[in-house]
């Protein structure tokens, strides 16, 4: 089964995130000429018509009262970034299709972490929890059904098309939903009477040929329920990273901490499910004046648990002499190794080894169970939120 997940109003649903100020509002993502063309709109300007890639001018006729917000695209990197690590926690098998979409192939991953539409719900619950942001999934046995379901029930929806429904589905989708079918083609179809993609089936494939040339075979393999793309994770991972944008410029030790914390656990768990470990790890400070630093060490033995990441990612951060206040802070590993691949083993391990090697169970039972039950079910007590009025873990 495959999961096709696609961010609602991306670049706008991260400026309303950021800015309270913009919520509730239609809000347009452009440049700052007039002569801009629109990247993105928020739900609220395309009541009035506002699509992506409208001149920036015509916009505004449209919703003269709409915010135009100039894009930053390092921010909605960023975010991806992180959001992308929320899908690779669900399965090993990621495709990037753009900033904000990806196919997920869970059919390995349906005994561990439970149904599609679960899998779905707790990627959508951690994708709030995490960034507070919204998604719409589709879900189906097929990649270009998947796509086509995500965006059946936007924003905020899950749409699944079950394997017996799938013939259903494709005699009754319009022709042009189908990822291909362009103006020009839905020209065509209309003058030969085809209206859903159903219909293609009972083409002739002569006909097909010389109307929509090698198309028209590819459309045929469709409307018979046959498409062999699969999810193509697009390259080897050669590093994991985490990193995140403070609230406010900081340089309270313990709060930087809890972050270290949190992203060595983050990490940690990307290199578990990647079954791999690394022999790099890095911490990346970008200070108030924006003025960047990356530090690195190079471990003897490659490690895979947070704690060991973690004790490397605070050694850094604690030799430097820090000239400000932090404002973002950011934990990487690099050097990847598979995880079964022989190192040359301590000859005595000291008590150290072992606690890791203990610790290495406990992060694998944690992994399962936030596989199972999702993002907040269990954490750190020192990265639980408290409850104000019991001053214990809400
Ligand atoms: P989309 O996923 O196509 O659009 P969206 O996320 O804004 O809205 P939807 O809820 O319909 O999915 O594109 C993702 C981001 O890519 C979008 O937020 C802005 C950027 N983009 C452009 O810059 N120019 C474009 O023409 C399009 C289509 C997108
Ligand atoms: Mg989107």
Same mark, same amino acid.
């Given at each position: 089964?495959? +999961?096709?997940?696609?961010? =609602?109003?991306? %670049? ?19 440049? !700052? ?48 970034? !992180?959001? %992308?690590?929320?899908?690779? #926690? ?12 990806? &196919? ?28 507070? *942001? ?16 995500? =965006? ?18 494709? =005699? ?25 993609? $159903?219909?293609?089936?009972? *083409?002739?494939?002569?006909? *097909? ?5 090698? @198309? ?8 018979? $329920? ?13 590093? &994991? ?17 809890? /972050?270290? +914390?949190?992203?060595?656990? #983050? ?29 690195? @060490? ?5 490690? /895979?648990?947070?704690?060991?990441? &973690? ?23 690099? $050097? ?21 090697? /203990? ?36």
């Amino acid at each position: 089964m495959i +999961l096709h997940i696609d961010m =609602d109003a991306f %670049f706008a649903a991260v400026e309303q995130r950021d800015n309270p100020e913009l919520r509730g509002k239609p809000v347009i993502i452009s440049g !700052r000429s007039m002569r801009s063309v629109v990247s993105t709109a928020s739900y609220e300007a395309r009541v009035f018509g506002v699509r992506s890639a409208m001149p920036l001018v015509q916009a505004m006729k449209l919703c003269p009262e709409a915010v135009v917000v100039r894009g930053r695209m390092d921010r909605y990197r960023e975010v991806s970034r !992180r959001i %992308f690590t929320v899908f690779q #926690e669900a399965s090993p098998l990621v495709e990037k299709v753009s900033i904000d979409e990806a &196919y997920l192939d869970v059919t390995g991953c349906l005994r561990l972490l439970g149904s599609p539409l679960t899998i779905a719900r707790n990627i959508k619950n951690r994708i709030m929890e995490k960034e507070n *942001l919204t998604c719409s999934i589709g879900i189906a046995p097929l990649k270009f059904i998947a796509k086509i379901a995500s =965006d059946m029930n936007k924003p905020d929806g899950i749409t699944v098309v079950e394997p017996h429904d799938v013939e259903g589905f494709i =005699d009754t989708l319009p022709i042009g939903k189908v990822p291909g079918v362009g103006a020009s083609a839905l020209r065509i179809m209309e003058s030969i009477g085809v209206k859903t993609l $159903g219909q293609i089936r009972h *083409l002739d494939d002569r006909v *097909l040929q010389k109307k929509f040339g090698v @198309h028209g075979q590819r459309l045929k393999h469709l409307a018979m $329920g046959h498409d062999a793309s699969r999810v193509e994770p697009f390259h080897e991972r050669k590093s &994991y990273s985490t990193e995140t944008t403070l609230d406010r410029d900081t340089l309270d030790h313990d709060f930087l901490r809890v /972050q270290l +914390l949190e992203q060595s656990d #983050e990490v940690a768990r990307l290199l578990r499910r990647g079954q791999v470990k690394a022999k790099t790890v890095s911490l990346k400070i970008t200070y108030g004046n924006f003025h960047q630093i990356t530090r690195r @060490h190079t471990l003897g033995v490659p490690v /895979q648990s947070s704690k060991q990441i &973690y004790q490397e990612a605070l050694r850094l951060f604690e030799s430097e002499n820090h000239p400000g206040m932090i404002r973002l802070i950011g934990v990487g590993v690099s $050097g990847l190794i598979p995880q079964d691949q022989p190192v040359q083993d301590l000859l005595f391990k000291d008590r150290d080894e072992k606690q890791h090697e /203990q610790w290495a169970h406990v992060e694998k039972t944690v992994d399962s169970i936030l596989g199972k039950f999702g993002g907040n079910s269990v954490k750190r007590a020192i990265t639980a939120r408290k409850d104000p009025e019991t001053n214990k873990p809400d």
